[in-house]
């Protein structure tokens, strides 16, 4: 498969639109244009979850979470000299924020501002030592005083990174927010390319962008209960360990371009692990296999333990340099992604029994 033409807009478009957690608007609209004519229904519910669902049959019901939400800041105060300060949406190293371009998102539109500290010839030789603290930094957006920042911005404006990309060689391309537009994408596509398959599902396919992952797994939570999923598969970004400083002992060995990661561990339900393992063998999707021994951070966590339980799997998508201007994916890794999503709901039905049990050759 190579993703199509709408396909790769509809990525572009999600990725160069905000979606700090708590403020998904934007990027849900952008998703519900996308998938509109190819679901049965598609509802947005009271936390900002986006849930196309197909036509209704008597299979189980199938849930794919992709967060759309990204990390951002929100402005929290504007000094008497016109600069903005804020406060942080979900997990920041304060290191990659010196320098960066940043966009506030006001009612307005988006307004340019910078983010910077003391410059390097100013600072004492104790500074210099100092890793940089949030509250050091500011942004400037050119305001000639507070009055003029007031007039342009207001407190708990969202900011993000300048959400702009650049096509790196092979099809990696690099920018901010493919945590986790690109799972985000994952879910989507995958519903896209099952709901127009020669074969009609049997099974209700739900595909959800969740909000709020970034700072509590708080969609994913509010949109299982509104569905109750028998199955459910998680998509998020995971730590790429082909560059340098990357332990491969502790992260494994995961590469760009080397295929969706199967994640296997407590938080998976084993039968779920293997179906995935089979249809990428059977489909000719290269894969890669990852561990984690315990509650994964990311909407896997909550999905299985929702309700009675649910039969949770995870497929991650080898990001190298996560939560930073400069994260980079490969563009292969997310359409295999979606195949195999795709097949995962393609081959589901009431015949199927995810119970955990002994594989049979043990």
Not at 12 to 37: F, K
Not at 121 to 130: G, I, T
Not at 158 to 187: K, S
Not at 304 to 331: C, D, F, K, W
């Amino acid at each position: 498969m190579t993703i199509d033409d709408s396909a790769r807009q509809f990525l572009m478009a999600a990725l160069s639109t905000p979606s700090p957690s708590g403020y998904e608007e934007r990027v849900q609209a952008v998703v519900r244009e996308y998938i509109a004519p190819h679901a049965a229904d598609v509802r947005t519910d009271v936390h900002g979850n986006v849930i196309a669902r197909s036509p209704s049959c008597d299979g189980p019901r199938l849930m794919y979470a992709g967060h759309c939400d990204q990390i951002g800041m929100l402005v929290s105060y504007v000094d008497e000299t016109g600069f903005v300060y804020a406060n942080t949406i979900g997990g920041w190293d304060p290191q990659q924020l010196v320098g960066q371009a940043m966009t506030i998102w006001t009612d307005n539109g988006p307004v340019a501002a910078v983010i910077s500290r003391k410059p390097i010839h100013l600072l004492k030789p104790e500074e210099r030592k100092e890793v940089v603290q949030l509250e050091q930094l500011w942004l400037d957006i050119g305001a000639a005083d507070q009055d003029e920042a007031r007039r342009t911005v207001r407190i708990g404006d969202p900011i993000t990174l300048d959400l702009r990309h650049r096509p790196l060689l092979g099809d990696h391309l690099a920018g901010p927010a493919m945590d986790n537009t690109t799972g985000m994408w994952t879910v989507i596509e995958a519903f896209r390319r099952a709901a127009t398959a020669a074969d009609p599902l049997a099974c209700n396919l739900y595909s959800v962008s969740t909000v709020q992952e970034e700072i509590g797994l708080r969609g994913a939570k509010t949109a299982a209960g509104s569905i109750n999923p028998d199955v459910a598969i998680a998509v998020d970004v995971t730590h790429a360990s082909d560059c340098p400083t990357i332990d491969k002992n502790q992260q494994g060995d995961i590469r760009l371009g080397g295929g969706p990661v199967i994640v296997r561990g407590p938080n998976m339900n084993p039968q779920v692990v293997r179906r995935l393992v089979e249809l990428a063998e059977a489909h000719d999707i290269p894969y890669q296999l990852a561990a984690v021994g315990r509650a994964t951070p990311n909407d896997a966590n909550v999905l299985q333990i929702h309700g009675g339980g649910v039969a949770t799997g995870l497929v991650a998508i080898p990001n190298r340099y996560m939560h930073s201007a400069v994260e980079t994916i490969s563009t292969a890794d997310i359409d295999h992604a979606a195949e195999l999503l795709s097949r995962f709901a393609q081959s589901l039905s009431s015949d199927d029994d995810f119970t955990p049990r002994v594989p049979v050759n043990s």
